[in-house]
């Protein structure tokens, strides 16, 4: 087993010096507006985008910071990212015990690794995430929010909605758990194009509906994936951001879309789980 995945786009998609980084992070999570009514109750999951900070960065924001009130609850992360890079079928695991950022050392979970690596549909795959950014550029997030929790790190490349639910009934656990799914929504239409495609492909997320494809979504197939377990297990899907490139730092000729979801358990009135 490699022991550290280092950092491979530290510098690029996001700042390579640990103070910068944190600083940029910081900021970008203090913009961030809350939704009302959905501060109330952990988010299990979270869709998020994963393009450069200075494009996507304050819509990833807009999910991050959902996560401040629990912070201390939170242990392990099991996150979801299309593989851009190589062709990979089903899902993918690293071989290393560590992922590395300029803000330091995540340790993978390899009891929840262990449990999902004899399924048909995983393997492992190093290749899949040397170069794969779609999941490092959200680990500073979690760093500057987490106090201390483990990764499960999954790249996803043609696999079923049924697939990928399977792997997540296997990893759900409880309140120590967050799944994050890492996906950018449409590729290089025009600014009004993009905001007609955007806002179907959210409304298809917010009604739970499996079927996603790759021109809506680049993580479509761990998107479906998620969105078949949450009908399965009644959680509710909350919009909290969605913009585009045009918005942030890019022109509006191509423009790529991002938005930030939170799905919340049900909860009785006492506050438990249902």
């Known amino acids: 087993m490699n022991e550290i995945r280092p950092a491979a786009v530290a ?6 010096d640990p103070g910068t980084l944190r600083h940029d992070v910081a900021s970008m999570l203090a913009a961030a507006h809350a939704q009302p009514g959905t501060a109330d109750h952990p988010p299990k999951a979270l869709i998020v985008p994963h393009a450069g900070y200075v494009y996507s960065g304050p819509v990833a924001a807009s999910g991050y910071a959902r996560l401040k009130p629990w912070r201390d609850a939170i242990r392990r992360v099991v996150m979801f990212g299309p593989a851009h890079r190589v062709a ?10 560590f992922f590395e950022t300029p803000l330091g050392r995540v340790a993978l979970d390899q009891d929840a690794i262990a449990a999902i690596d ?7 795959h190093p290749a899949a995430h040397l170069q794969e950014h779609s999941l490092e550029v959200q680990l500073p997030f979690l760093q500057s929010l987490l106090d201390d929790f483990t990764l499960v790190p999954l790249a996803v490349g043609g696999a079923s909605p049924e ?3 399977e792997v997540l009934d296997v990893l759900w656990g409880g309140a120590e758990t967050l ?6 929504l449409s590729h290089f239409l025009s ?6 495609v955007d806002r179907a492909t959210v409304q298809e997320i917010l009604d739970c509906n499996s079927h996603l494809m790759g021109e809506q979504a680049c993580g479509c197939h761990a998107i479906n994936g998620l969105l078949l377990a949450a009908r399965r297990r009644g959680l509710s899907p909350h919009l909290l951001d969605l913009r585009n490139s045009g918005d942030t730092a890019g022109d509006r000729n191509r423009v790529v879309g991002y938005a930030a979801f939170a ?5 009785t009135e006492a506050g438990d789980v249902q």
Do not use: C, H, N, R
Request: hydrophobic letters at 50%.
């Open 191 to 196: 600014y009004q194009e993009a905001q007609q």
């Open 88 to 97: 990979v079928q089903g899902l993918a695991l690293p071989d290393a015990a």
């Open 179 to 184: 799944i994050v799914v890492s996906s950018d």
């Open 263 to 267: 799905f919340t358990e049900a909860f």
């Open 11 to 16: 510098g690029m998609f996001y700042p390579g």
């Open 118 to 124: 004899g399924l048909p549909q995983v393997q492992v």
């Open 163 to 165: 697939a990928v639910a």
